[in-house]
């Protein structure tokens, strides 16, 4: 039997929209979310939720926000019309939540939507009515004039009455206003900066202030996701700008410590640019990044925030917008891997934050949490560049503690100390509050760098003369290293490093891999042929002092001939710490950070009793004798 196809013929708009609908309206809750990520880009304040028998009977969605004009009402309800998106180039970096012009069109098709809008410059409100008693929705309906202070209030009503195959898939009343709930607790969750009010049956549920300080912040948090999570967390600050094909990357938030964990994986929130998103590739990195911390069958908590060039990201991936893609995703998952990495094992800590929990709701699902000693959080700083919160808190962040150190340091030596009448015999080395630049004895202060590799001081001898020192930058970081390192002190990187190596000189490595994590460094296999870096020696906070890690491993694997070696091959002590002296390089060091180094080196010439500093038998510093330099005229 011969089957003739029918014509092509174009769809209806009312058929389109209603197919468009099956994407984007899944469910009461998706009409919310939608109306309110359009709230917010509409730069509002203060958001109401109304919602009636589970969203089925009404949602309304009121803001003070910027509004909508007359002659714009009617295009708002047609397909793919937006204000967010003009260009491609736009469209390559989007910093709106919503974007796509389609959920108007795709609600009014599936509901009775009308739209009340007044912008500030406005001296009339305007509505439009696209809902009618028939299956169709009026995309030709008329503005007609009505009362409403600025800004808009959305209604839908008698969600899906015209297509009774999708209103016979929604849940119970309770059902669908939970989920209605959580996507209010989510987005009130990534604005801190905005009021929230949220109403069931004319009932209000919630009620949250803007939040603008580290009080309320933590109290919005204790309500909306769990006091008990903040009372075992870990504050993660954590940004970089070291990447020049990716910009500045800045990760916030807070995880549980690895002694607090759940039986399920719900309370996990993790944002991008304000968007909250489910992606793999941002699981894989927390997964990682908690592996053998938990029990099996056990799951870690977070509420992260992740911020990025929008140019780094595309969000016009998913219809309902909960998926993303980076361009540069191995750097964005080593990123987060590291960042919480560094928030786990850090030791910084703060003030306690459940002090500050007031008016809390009583804890839910305590029974599937297991609570361990509090971890206090460390206080990180808030500062959303989509938004318009204010709230910047204190950094105290281990991250930075060494630069906050160097700044007090010269602040001190500015204000307590004259550079031009310091004299180095009248510092006592036995005061313990005196700063490192000022207890440098005999090596004086720094006159600047001479060369890159040689810094020159000036101090005071016994008889008030003056005598200038030359010392060797790389040779004086090398004896502080030898002198100060310990085992079992690790850094984790930034960013891992990967290198390439033979599948030989991978396996000898993997097989020393408990000696070499002893001594900080911490290795993963990465396919065949590479290699990944995760972590490195600490070096002491030696001023200046940084790794080469790559040469390091290079230098581990010279000292085996033979990668056939059995598996009681070991690495000696002093082979590795001779490794790591030769693979230390010298960075540029600024002012103070050349007066910590001569402090250092003070401090560790007294501690060993005034013997000569050497390095491999040479010499540290030297005097450079004014006869000398006679000669040289």
């Known amino acids: 039997m011969l089957i003739v196809s029918s014509r092509i013929k174009p769809l209806s708009l009312q058929l389109a929209n209603q197919i468009s609908a099956g994407e984007v309206v899944e469910r009461p809750a998706s009409v919310v979310k939608e109306l309110l990520e359009n709230a917010i880009d509409a730069q509002s304040c203060h958001i109401h939720i109304e919602i009636e028998r589970g969203g089925s009977a009404l949602i309304r969605i009121s803001d003070d926000g910027e509004g909508i004009i007359k002659e714009d009402l009617a295009l708002a309800v047609t397909r793919h019309a937006t204000s967010k998106l003009q260009t491609l180039s736009e469209l390559e970096q989007i910093i709106s939540l919503g974007f796509r012009g389609e959920a108007l069109a795709s609600i009014s098709a599936v509901s009775k939507l009308s739209i009340k809008s007044k912008q500030a410059e406005q001296e009339q409100a305007w509505m439009i009515n696209t809902g009618t008693e028939s299956d169709f929705a009026d995309y030709a309906a008329e503005p007609e004039p009505v009362a409403h202070p600025q800004g808009t209030t959305i209604d839908v009503r ?3 009455f015209n297509t009774p195959a999708r209103r016979k898939f929604m849940r119970t009343i309770k059902t669908e206003f939970r989920h209605i709930d959580d996507i209010v607790k989510r987005i009130a969750l990534s604005r801190f900066d905005i009021a929230f009010k949220l109403t069931h049956n004319k009932k209000l549920l919630r009620n949250l202030p803007p939040a603008e300080t580290e009080k309320s912040i933590v109290q919005r948090i204790a309500k909306l996701f769990s006091a008990e999570f903040i009372a075992h967390a870990n504050k993660v600050e954590f940004s970089s700008d070291h990447f020049s094909n990716i910009g500045t990357l800045r990760l916030w938030g807070w995880v549980s410590a690895p002694q607090w964990h759940r ?25 990682q990044a908690y592996q ?21 990201v595309d969000v ?32 910084a800590s703060s003030s306690d934050l459940s002090g500050e929990l007031i008016e809390s709701e009583p804890l839910k699902h305590s029974r599937e949490a297991k609570p361990a000693t509090q971890i206090d959080t460390v206080q990180g700083e808030y500062v959303n560049r989509y938004s318009q919160s204010t709230y910047q808190p204190k950094i105290q962040s281990s991250l930075n503690q060494n630069v906050i150190e160097k700044q007090l340091n010269g602040l001190k030596q500015l204000y307590n100390v004259s550079s031009s009448n310091v004299s180095p015999s009248n510092v006592s080395p036995s005061n313990k509050k005196e700063t490192k630049a000022t207890a440098a004895a005999f090596l004086g202060r720094s006159m ?26 790389l040779r004086a970081q090398q004896y502080l290293l030898l002198n100060r390192f310990q085992p079992g002190q690790q850094v984790a990187l930034l960013i891992p490093e990967t290198i390439s190596l033979t599948p030989l000189e991978i ?12 001594w900080g460094l911490e290795l993963s296999q990465l396919g065949e042929g590479a290699l990944t870096i995760r972590s490195q020696p600490s070096l002491c906070g030696i001023p200046g002092c940084i790794i080469d890690i790559e040469f390091l491993i290079k230098c581990i694997l010279s000292l085996s001939a033979d990668f056939h070696a059995s598996d009681n091959t070991e690495l000696r002590d002093s082979e590795l710490i001779n490794m790591l002296l030769k693979s230390i390089r010298s960075d540029f060091l600024n002012q103070s950070e050349q007066d910590n180094l001569l402090a250092m080196l ?32």
Request: glycine share 4%; aromatic share 12%.
């Open 448 to 473: 600047g760098c001479l060369f890159p590799n040689y810094l020159l001081s000036q101090s005071a001898c016994e008889n008030n003369n003056v005598q200038v020192l030359v010392i060797h930058i």
């Open 263 to 287: 039986k399920q994986a719900d309370w996990q929130y993790f944002y991008v640019n304000g968007r909250y998103i489910k992606d793999k590739l941002v699981n894989h990195a927390l997964r």
């Open 292 to 312: 053998e911390l938990l029990p099996e069958d056990t799951f870690s908590a977070y509420l992260l925030y992740l911020e990025i060039d929008p140019q780094q």
């Open 507 to 518: 396996d000898f490595l993997m097989k020393n891999q408990t000696g070499l994590k002893h």
């Open 602 to 633: 003070c401090e560790q010439f007294e501690s060993s009793g005034g013997k000569q500093a050497l390095v491999d038998n040479k010499a540290v510093w030297k005097v450079l004798q004014e006869s000398k330099l006679d000669k040289l005229f």
């Open 316 to 347: 016009n991936v998913h219809p309902t917008k909960h998926e993303v893609r980076f361009r540069e995703s191995r750097l964005v998952h080593d990123f987060i891997y590291s960042a919480l990495k560094q928030a786990l094992f850090s030791e």
């Open 158 to 160: 008698d969600l899906f």
